[in-house]
């Protein structure tokens, strides 16, 4: 199957500060990524849909200035936690559609975001 | 609005048979999704019904009946390595996955 990578897999960084978090298509061309957060004992929670080239698409109570993401190349999205605060301390995980209409999406090993 | 259900947590034996149950209520349907987590890593990928009946994988089997907005995730010969999370996802009118809140296998010797 197709391959998703992340970096970095875990972070620890003190409130205030902005957190890049990348995901990569390793071995195919994504043109849409998603990004989800997932909090301990709770589901994942799709935050944005990443298409390459063009503005992402935030859902509902996700604030774009504060989660801002890139989306520069066809395996490249970035996401960027920017003053960080302790309850956006989760874990952050990408992945990437693919297949006909991207009903098929892999998912990069995620990134665990700790707040200070 | 949009719904999927699973229980919460199951219990079950080393070496015997369980079935995840999921029930979902969806603006459009492209597809149902069972995926596998681990506790602290990413999900991975299961099976993917569109049509109804039986998909068997191995040991892992899923069921889809989309007159009934359900489906099932079957285990057998179930292993101390199943313990996990199960997570039923669906893909509405817009390719969009919607998630269940998982299933928290636990496996007993």
């Known amino acids: 199957g197709a391959v998703v990578s992340q970096h970095p897999s875990w972070v620890i960084c003190k409130s205030g500060t902005s957190v890049k978090i990348e995901c990569r298509s390793l071995d195919f061309q994504a043109t849409t990524m998603f990004w989800y957060r997932q909090f301990p004992k709770q589901s994942l929670m799709l935050m944005a849909t990443?298409?390459?080239?063009?503005?992402?698409?935030?859902e509902q109570g996700v604030e774009k200035d504060k989660f801002l993401i890139n989306h520069a190349s066809l395996t490249l999205s970035t996401l960027t936690v920017t003053s960080a605060h302790p309850e956006d301390s989760s874990f952050y995980i990408c992945?990437?559609?693919?297949?006909?209409?991207?009903?098929?999406?892999?998912f990069g090993p995620g990134t665990r975001l700790t707040v200070l | 609005g949009q719904n999927i259900d699973q229980p919460t947590e199951m219990t079950a034996t080393e070496g015997a048979i369980v079935q995840i149950n999921c029930t979902y209520q969806?603006?459009?349907?492209?597809?149902l999704f069972w995926y596998q987590q681990h506790a602290g890593e990413a999900p991975t990928f299961l099976s993917y019904?569109?049509l109804d009946g039986l998909e068997e994988k191995g040991r892992f089997s899923s069921f889809l009946s989309r007159s009934k907005g359900y489906s099932y995730l079957l285990l057998k010969e179930l292993q101390m390595k199943d313990s996990a999370s199960y997570l039923c996802a669906v893909a509405d009118s817009n390719y969009q996955l919607i998630w269940g809140a998982g299933t928290k296998l636990i496996i007993k010797p």
């Open positions: 019904n569109v």
């Open positions: 992945s990437a559609g693919a297949g006909v209409d991207y009903n098929e999406q892999f």
């Open positions: 990443s298409n390459e080239g063009s503005k992402a698409t935030y």
């Open positions: 969806t603006s459009g349907f492209n597809g």
